[in-house]
């Protein structure tokens, strides 16, 4: 099994000691326990990490390790953004969960036509911190360096602008009379960014498939069956982490 991995604000060349501590130290002491000679991986979850050996601790909220170097991991090649639609009740940050632990580097949240949920005001705020919370604890319980960056929630103006930007755009579309063309199959790029726009339940409406095929996106099928918001963008990105051999 890997080492756990903890997140840091900064992490500095300096010297070969470093102290962990607040919520991250508390949770190595007291939950973890970790003990002197075990690893652990320290990250500030932009692709800085240091995999440090613990040497001691400090009380119940303070783990001591020694530091020999910083390394940085490369970013990935294609950048897979996802879109997603804002489910209902807590599918969102389950979408955003394993969206984390496939590998996904963006998510952008989608404020579609068909949506019944609603993000406005303080409620909206709220609801963007919980997928923003769980996108970190997940990148820490896969093991990753690099956390998916969760924007702010965008308007369909907004993800068309995004779509036009991108070397392969997508639209996930349960409408099999559209003729939409099967992901397996499409041709994917080597580098540059895939943008992926996952519907809410009730589908993309037509008006915004138009504005999407408009800025030079297409409609794709996963397969024969119509799957869940919170499940579809985890399955494509699955498909296109293998496709494109960052999986392999």
């Known amino acids: 099994m890997t080492a756990p991995v903890f997140v840091v604000d900064h992490l500095s060349p300096d010297g070969d000691r470093y102290v962990l501590e607040g919520p991250e130290g508390r949770h190595a002491v007291s939950v973890k326990r970790l003990q002197p000679g075990e690893e652990v991986v320290l990250t500030d979850g932009a692709g800085r990490y240091a995999v440090c050996e613990v040497t001691g601790t ?35 940050e389950v979408a955003v969960e394993t969206m984390t632990e496939v590998g996904v580097d963006a998510i952008v949240p989608w404020q579609a036509a068909r949506c019944i949920t609603q993000w406005k005001g303080d409620r909206g705020l709220k609801a963007l911190g919980k997928w923003r919370a769980t996108a970190r604890e997940a990148g820490k319980q896969s093991r990753r360096v690099r956390f998916p960056e969760v924007a702010d929630a965008a308007t369909t103006k907004q993800v068309a602008a995004l779509l036009a930007k991108a070397d392969f755009a997508a639209v996930l ?20 960014e895939i943008v992926l726009v996952v519907g809410p339940e009730g589908g993309v409406s037509r008006d915004e498939l138009a504005l999407f095929e408009e800025a030079g996106a297409r409609a794709y099928v996963l397969g024969p069956t119509v799957l869940r918001t919170s499940t579809a963008g ?8 293998g496709r494109t051999g960052r999986w392999s």
Request: charged share 25%; glycine share 8%.
């Open 58 to 92: 400090e009380g119940k909220d303070r783990l001591i390790v020694h530091m020999s170097s910083v390394s940085e991991e490369p970013e990935p090649a294609p950048r897979i953004t996802v879109v997603q639609a804002l489910p209902k009740g807590d599918r969102g």
């Open 234 to 241: 985890t399955a494509a990105a699955a498909l296109l982490l």
């Open 173 to 192: 579309h349960s409408d099999f009379e559209h003729g939409s063309t099967p992901l397996a199959t499409a041709e994917l790029p080597a580098e540059g």
